[in-house]
């Protein structure tokens, strides 16, 4: 007996998305095949992925069967679709399922697919003492199927893959209208996070699809500047507390931040950055651009050399012009075994063990540090 199953005979579909592939789950129901002679049906599996790895599926609701896959045929010179034996790339069109017939009322399908993808993105708008957070989930699917009335999840986490020779699709994106939903829900799953998309929606062929994940204000940041070693001007950081106290507290994955203010009534750009995944009740850090109006001169002001050890004296003047009082961070490259001599202001040493200073700047003045240091001539 033979009898095809496509998508419009689906009930249920959930896409899962890691990183550049997604996990495939479809129930569909069957006809009712009467029982005679022949302990064997064949389905024949339509309105599958073009970039199914076929290695990986999994089929529940029938019994002791064998899976045939089925290719179409593309390539540059004829980009139609066709039976063939050979070409340039064979494009997965069906699954010939053949198994005993066990009366089941449904097929439940699981594979893995390339060319699904997601990834997040924030836009923060930066007040005077609180910023705000908006969340995006940005999903692209490129797998050469629709995926209608469907269930979405994503993975945050970087899974590893068995290798496989891709054959890339290169078809335009089309970016489709931005939704919105309530909160994302988060669960730990493994080692992983799982953040589960609430509704249901048609994910097409070639669309990105922007999905609004949440939306939290009211949290506390501060700014440094932030010199590094020897730098004539300042990174402009931002920090906050990702916690449930700074009315925050949401495991957040890697993504792209656009930083804005407030200006006349309007918004502003302020730069932009990106963060990697940042579990929470831990800080986020993130650099917008460098200030031109609040910057740093070194000078050496003293410099002796003896048998074991060098002596040196060095200088830092930092200016603010700004109408605030600033938090600043210089440090200053040794990189060799040191001793501190003198110092005007407490440091703290760096990951590279070298000694970092820092310090507040009131509004439109300038501020010196002075350092004086030995360390070890046969190192340098």
Same mark, same amino acid.
């Given at each position: ?26 129930t569909?129901d ?5 029982? $005679? ?18 290695? /990986?599926?999994i089929?529940t609701?029938? $019994? ?23 070409? %340039? ?13 066990? =009366? ?27 910023? %705000? ?9 490129? /797998? ?13 986490? $970087? ?19 931005? *939704? ?18 609430? $509704? ?25 500047y ?6 004539i ?43 990697? =995944? ?40 930092v ?19 040191? *001793? ?13 063990g ?27």
């Amino acid at each position: 007996m033979y009898g095809k199953s496509t998508s419009a005979q689906t009930t249920s579909l959930s896409l899962t998305v890691y990183n550049n592939i997604a996990l495939i789950n479809e129930t569909r129901d069957l006809p009712r095949y009467k029982s $005679d002679s022949n302990p064997y049906i064949s389905i024949e599996y339509f309105d599958i992925s073009n970039y199914i790895d076929e290695t /990986s599926v999994i089929i529940t609701g029938m $019994d002791d069967f064998i899976m045939i896959f089925n290719y179409l045929c593309c390539n540059d010179k004829n980009p139609n679709l066709s039976p063939c034996d050979t070409c %340039e790339n064979l494009i997965p069109n069906s699954i010939l399922i053949k198994g005993n017939n066990i =009366d089941s009322k449904e097929i439940k399908t699981y594979y893995l697919t390339d060319n699904i993808r997601w990834s997040s993105s924030y836009t923060i708008i930066l007040d005077e003492k609180t910023l %705000e957070i908006h969340c995006w989930f940005n999903l692209i699917n490129k /797998s050469g199927i629709d995926y209608n009335n469907a269930t979405l999840k994503v993975i945050a986490g $970087d899974v590893n893959l068995a290798y496989k020779n891709l054959y890339i699709s290169n078809a335009p994106i089309q970016a489709t209208k931005l *939704e919105s939903s309530t909160p994302i829900a988060d669960i730990g799953i493994a080692d992983y996070y799982i953040y589960t998309v609430p $509704d249901k929606y048609n994910f097409l062929n070639n669309t990105l699809k922007r999905i609004k994940s949440f939306y939290k204000n009211g949290i506390l940041y501060s700014k440094l500047y932030d010199f590094g070693y020897d730098s004539i001007n300042a990174n402009i950081i931002i920090k906050f507390q990702n916690t449930a106290e700074n009315n925050l507290g949401i495991p957040l994955p890697s993504g792209n931040i656009n930083s804005f203010t407030r200006f006349d009534g309007n918004l502003e750009f302020v730069g932009g950055s990106s963060i990697k =995944d940042i579990p929470k009740d831990r800080e986020v850090s993130y650099i917008i651009g460098k200030a031109f109006d609040v910057t740093s001169q070194r000078k050496i002001i003293a410099y002796q050399k003896y048998a074991d050890y060098i002596l040196k004296e060095v200088q830092y003047i930092v200016t603010n012009t700004k109408n605030e009082t600033i938090h600043i961070k210089i440090c200053e490259p040794i990189y060799a075994p040191w *001793e501190m001599t003198f110092a005007t202001d407490r440091y703290e040493t760096d990951k590279n063990g070298n000694p970092c200073f820092q310090t507040t700047i009131e509004s439109n003045s300038k501020k010196e540090i002075m350092l004086s240091y030995k360390y070890d001539v046969k190192s340098n």
